[in-house]
């Protein structure tokens, strides 16, 4: 079923880092967007929705924890009672966790898959019976990881938790499919947010980026053309696909 209004996406861990640029880039695409972030980043979302209304869109805050399904079912029910649609769903929201397998408790395991597993599972799921219901299908947009198809040591559990969303990625397209949705996964490298500043000095030091083949680490802006083309008409017929943007830190 064709659609003509004004389409709505929701991205989550939007408060700051890649999905702040994400938000934006739909924003300038047309899309009116919904912002999720945990309660605590509540006026770093403040401010992103002032950005986004400044270029003429419209933008909810969406605080949720994307680990507990009430609070992401709420997220999609908000979208859905200020914009009336959704019509993608960004999954972005993640966790970060550096730390060997023999120092890595079960604690440590479980917080991570709780949002990166089930919180883009929550995320593909609620949107998906959202769409289901409206009729016309979507698009469903997870953030897998470098790490996840290449691991590292001393981020195994982060790498593992970023490859099962591929996987979950794939099901998911097959399971949709027919309904007109389509699932898809970027999986970023080393991208310059406040997230790496706190691991790292200096990201742009040279002997950082000497691995990558375009000689340095990228840019939240490196990240949102392939989510901006996968949200879009062309991207209609591509689904259960994951595509690497890492600046050549490895290739297919």
């Not at 970060?96 to 079960?106: G, H, N, Q, W």
């Not at 949002?115 to 947009?141: S, W």
Request: aromatic fraction near 6%.
């Amino acid at each position: 079923m064709s659609f003509s209004g004004t389409r709505i996406a929701i991205v989550t861990g939007s408060a700051q880092g890649i999905g702040r640029a994400l938000a934006l880039r739909l924003a300038d695409d047309g899309f009116n967007v919904g912002v999720n972030d945990v309660s605590s980043k509540k006026d770093l979302l403040m401010k992103l929705v002032e950005e986004i209304n400044a270029k003429g869109r419209k933008a909810c805050i969406l605080p949720a924890d994307i680990s507990k399904e009430e609070e992401v079912a709420g997220m999609v029910e908000t979208v859905v009672r200020e914009f009336g649609s959704l019509d993608v769903m960004v999954a972005n929201g993640a966790i970060f966790l550096a730390k060997p397998i023999l120092e890595t408790s079960v604690e440590d395991w479980d917080r991570i898959q709780s949002v990166n597993c089930r919180g883009t599972f929550l995320c593909y799921k609620h949107a998906a019976k959202q769409m289901i219901a409206q009729g016309r299908g979507g698009k469903i947009i997870g953030a897998s990881s470098t790490l996840g198809r290449q691991n590292e040591g001393g981020m195994t559990v982060y790498g593992a938790s970023k490859g099962a969303i591929i996987q979950l990625t794939q099901g998911a397209a097959r399971e949709w499919g027919s309904l007109g949705i389509t699932v898809n996964c970027y999986a970023p490298g080393t991208v310059d947010t406040p997230l790496l500043r706190s691991l790292i000095a200096d990201p742009n030091d040279p002997n950082f980026s000497a691995n990558l083949a375009l000689k340095r680490v990228g840019k939240p802006e490196d990240i949102t053309g392939i989510v901006s083309f996968l949200a879009s008409k062309d991207a209609d017929w591509i689904t259960g696909q994951s595509f690497g943007v890492n600046g050549g830190q490895f290739f297919n």
